[in-house]
């Protein structure tokens, strides 16, 4: 399965600023049932966005038309405990390119590279002064440009790691399958 | 300068590579760099994968991407399949009757056969949670890298294997050409010395490790237990603790082999036999970090500051001593008041209030965490002569057919049944609760499982983390109880 393309994005932001989000929250046990990659979506917090009888939870930030965008803004430690890669599919079939957050749990991080999900790590200051500007403006929208690992919103600009690699993987869309095949040849003479 | 000789084991042929370094090295470089195949420029490193270990929920995508490709399993052997996440612990002879629990661990049989891997089915007598019978059938080797969908995959590091759990495109991969392209995590140490006291166990210990370096605390790294207090754990204690290494966000955690190691192994199923034996022994014996060897973070903790520990929160770092109280306001940092005042509304609790006393709704004793047979014997000697208390509900739950088998033979059946418990059947079961074991919304559960996220064991519910013996003191008497009470 190869992944989208990762092309310039402009897009507003749905802010989250919740800490410790964990794959758990992101989408519950009880939905890993299926047995394909599609339809996570409509479960994503799930427990969060909607009440045990289904209503949707006003509270919550998927549930405010004022939010939306491509871009999720979460507090730090985001995707935290089981490795479900059901957490990455969700994001992803909601619609979310981009996680910004000041950190991340390394399973998660692999998880969404491997679906064309980007995690952009930011400092802690950057994250709280985006979490203002959205709190400022609903619609504030924010650049992220991959190419030159860069985030900007307003006249606010950091950049952002990503070891080349994947940087590559991401802009072409290649996956570490395509790479890992190429190098069958390598894995069999290590076998040896 | 200092001569290293590695042994290099492929096909059971053994090779002997020697090289001199300059530096000495970790437990954990000797087995990771022992497995790259190769170092991509700028990027992560291809590293084989000698066990891959797959259940039936994180792996039925793999195959159909797999098959998408027009690839098979590359090295089907190097496999053991066993489900164990979504399967019922009761009636487990008849079709299991959610349809789509169904349909998965059908689906995990039907690509086992196509891809001619071993799978140890319901009702099989290895069947059990993957982190179990790993183990138990000898598969888990030190020196060995194993993944598996899941993210307690840590716990095979307990035999000084680099262990970890991953996601189902690297669950692909592994099918694809039995590697996996992965950054060499950061090194860290953690040091337990001394001697845990009375009623203080492995799970007290990881707990209590967890709550001092918080829920991400280790992310990025790979750990290694160090220290008297680890030395002196039973391999199922070794296994809980490395087990937890995830819930402070590690990528795994590992254990140098030893002769405790070395005694748990001999004789498995699929350990090595005669000769094989002796040749991997020597190179076993090898596996432990260098004096000097450095390590990018280092801790050190005193096991005689550990007393039983519980969780509070909504995260596994939210433990304490169980005669503590949760922190007063004053205590926390003006930046975690938010988070955990969530958490504390979550769980129904009070900043600064005691835990010893809370009212229990259910007790969880199972999990590849503390699902294994001195589980089982811890619980069973806690409740022997005691009677469970009735408004509780209690999941006994055994790790394998084989913890199963054992409990029964030993009797342990008969004092848990004499005390009103009885014994469930192999799974994950209420640690996650995928199947029908599930905690209902407000109700409080005191579990050895290693997760207390919100709805974790049910929508709503709220779970408590302890070791098997205070799970069973909360069982026998309906509140959080400091089980060294009934010791």
Known sequence: MSVDKFTLLKTSCVPLPNENVDTDQIIPARFLKATSREGFGENLFRDWRFSSSGEPIKDFVLNQAEYSGKVLVAGKNFGSGSSREHAAWAIHDYGFKVVVSSFFADIFRNNALNNGVLPIQVSADFLSSLFNAIEKDNAQKVIVDLEKQELTYNNESCSFEINPYKKDCLLNGFDDIDYLINKKEKIQDFEK | ?487
């Open chain 2, 1 to 487: 300068m200092t001569l290293y000789i590695y042994y290099k084991l492929r096909n059971s042929k053994i090779e002997f590579t020697k090289y001199t370094t300059l530096k000495a090295t970790t437990l954990f470089d000797k087995v990771w760099d022992a497995h790259v195949v190769e170092h991509v420029e700028g990027g992560p490193d291809i590293v084989y994968i000698d066990k891959h270990l797959i259940h039936e929920v994180t792996s039925p995508q793999a195959f159909s991407g797999l098959e998408a490709r027009g690839l098979k399993v590359f090295r089907p052997e190097r496999t053991i399949a066993t489900p164990d996440h979504n399967v019922p612990t009761v009636n487990q002879h008849l079709p299991i009757s959610d349809e789509q629990s169904r349909t998965q661990v059908e689906t995990l049989k039907a690509n086992c056969e196509k891809n001619k891997i071993e799978m140890y089915g319901l009702n099989h007598p290895n069947n059990g949670i993957v982190h179990v019978v790993g183990p138990e059938q000898g598969h888990t080797q030190p020196g060995m890298t194993m993944v598996c969908g899941d993210s307690h995959t840590s716990t095979h590091g307990a035999f000084g294997a680099v262990a970890f759990g991953i996601g189902t495109s690297e669950v692909e991969m592994v099918f694809a050409t039995q590697c996996i392209m992965q950054s060499k995590p950061m090194k860290m140490r953690i040091t337990v010395d001394g001697e845990l006291s009375k009623g203080v166990s492995a799970k007290d210990l990881t707990l209590y490790v967890i709550a001092q370096l918080g829920t991400g605390g280790a992310t990025g790294y790979f750990v290694e237990y160090a220290g008297s207090a680890v030395r002196s754990l039973t391999m199922e204690g070794r296994m809980t603790v490395c087990n937890m290494s995830i819930e402070m966000g590690a990528r795994g955690g590992m254990i140098a082999p030893d002769e405790t190691t070395f005694e748990y192994m001999k004789g498995r199923t699929h350990a090595p036999k005669g000769e094989a034996w002796e040749e991997k022994l020597a190179y076993w014996k090898t596996l432990k970090s260098d004096d000097g060897a450095e390590f990018d973070k280092e801790y050190s903790f005193k096991a005689e500051d550990i007393e039983p520990m519980i969780t509070y929160g909504t995260n596994p770092g939210m433990g304490m001593g169980i005669t503590q109280s949760i922190p007063a306001e004053a205590d926390i940092p003006v930046s975690e008041l938010p988070s955990i005042k969530q958490s504390l509304a979550y769980m129904d609790y009070q900043l600064g209030s005691q835990i010893l006393g809370k009212k229990v709704d259910y007790v969880f004793l199972g999990s590849c965490t503390n699902g294994r047979i001195e589980d089982i014997r811890a619980f069973a000697s806690l409740v022997k002569g005691h009677k469970k208390v009735d408004a509780i509900t209690a999941w006994i739950v055994p790790g394998s057919k084989k913890v199963e088998k054992q409990a029964i033979e030993e009797g342990l059946v008969e004092v848990l049944e004499a005390s009103g418990f009885e014994l469930r059947q192999p799974g994950c079961s209420a640690c996650l609760a995928m199947n029908e074991d599930k905690v209902p919304a407000g109700k409080y559960s005191v579990s050895t499982s290693n997760r207390n996220f919100e709805g974790r064991q049910g929508p709503g519910s709220r779970t408590l983390l302890a070791s098997p013996l205070t799970a069973a003191a909360a069982a026998i008497t309906g509140v959080v109880t400091d089980p060294r009470d009934f010791l």
